[in-house]
């Protein structure tokens, strides 16, 4: 692709030769490949969820907990041919299924993967995990391909994307995302073990003092997507990378603040969901250690 529009932000360079918002350039580099346990239950499982991430990001986001991938850019570049042979390497290692994530910028190369991948044999769930910050034509070049959408849904405020992300417009760009993912997958659905095999399931992460960003979000959510739509209340943030620049961010939620969001999910009555469990512990748990 000579001019790249990927993604929303419609860089129209040619990434053989030069850097667009994302920096990615013309292959596909990863930060690291693992059976992951910590995702929701319905994709973890008992084996893991086969994990493969992706360096570098068309987002900013100053408290992101796989910076040193997707901000620093560390990353191994791969053919397309490797990608898809460490998709059935994965299936070999009995993942429950592939989670590619944040692979947004490197779609149209991901296609091409997971169809060497399927000729090959290739038959778990693929599970497209995403910041939601997507074009609509490039998630449609990617319907039939993929069988989970797991977008977040960051923001419903425009100044905190911009102050945390530095991004315009993302409460826009992510629900137009939202509703086309919707639409091509509809509600989960499960096999015999619980585990998720197609559907929409949404993410969002709580910052601490930004309750309402938090509320507006879950407001939006229960007025237009299907109640039968998963939603996925993370409460693990820890501050990291640039997050100390903004004070109140700085800090883990309290008990407080966690019972605020838990309440509020009740009395929206949102049906179908996770929310993670108060812990005072250490989060970086979640954070794989980087292999490329
Ligand atoms: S994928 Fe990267 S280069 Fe392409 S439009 Fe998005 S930010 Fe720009």
Redesign the pocket.
């Known amino acids: 692709m000579d001019k ?10 040619d ?1 053989t030769k030069n ?6 350039g013309n292959k596909i580099e990863i930060g690291g490949v693992s059976l992951h346990k910590f995702e929701e239950p319905c994709i973890s499982g008992e084996n893991g969820s086969g994990t493969i991430f992706f360096s570098k990001c ?1 987002l900013n986001c100053v408290f992101c907990q796989n910076y040193e991938i997707s901000n620093l850019g560390n990353g191994r570049k791969i053919e397309v041919e490797e990608l898809a042979n460490i998709m059935l390497k994965e299936q070999e290692n009995k993942a429950e299924n592939i989670n590619l994530v944040s692979p ?2 490197y779609a149209d190369k991901i296609i091409e993967a997971i169809k060497i991948a399927k000729l090959n044999g290739l038959n778990i769930p693929i599970i497209y995990n995403t910041n939601g910050y997507e074009s609509i034509e490039t998630l449609k070049s990617l319907e039939g391909f993929i069988d989970v959408y797991l977008p977040d849904l960051k923001y419903y405020y425009e100044e905190i994307a911009l102050k945390y992300s530095n991004i315009k417009n993302y409460f826009e760009i992510a629900t137009n995302a939202i509703k086309e993912m919707y639409r091509q997958v509809g509600v989960p659905h499960f096999n015999e073990k619980g585990m998720i095999i197609k559907g929409l399931i949404i993410r969002h992460l709580v910052l601490p003092n930004n309750l309402e960003n938090t509320k507006k979000v879950l407001e939006w959510i229960k007025e237009n997507i299907d109640k039968d739509v998963y939603v996925s209340v993370m409460t693990q943030y820890f501050p990291t990378y640039k997050a100390n620049e903004y004070s109140e961010i700085n800090r883990k939620l309290t008990k407080e603040e966690y019972q605020e969001i838990e309440d509020y999910i009740y009395k929206l009555d949102i049906q179908n969901g996770y929310m993670q469990d108060y812990s005072d512990e250490n989060e970086e748990q979640y954070v794989p250690k980087w292999d490329y």
Do not use: E, Q
Request: hydrophobic letters at 30%; one cysteine or more.
């Open positions: 790249c529009t990927i993604c929303p932000h419609k860089c129209m360079i990434r850097f667009g918002r994302c920096k990615a068309n947004t910028i």
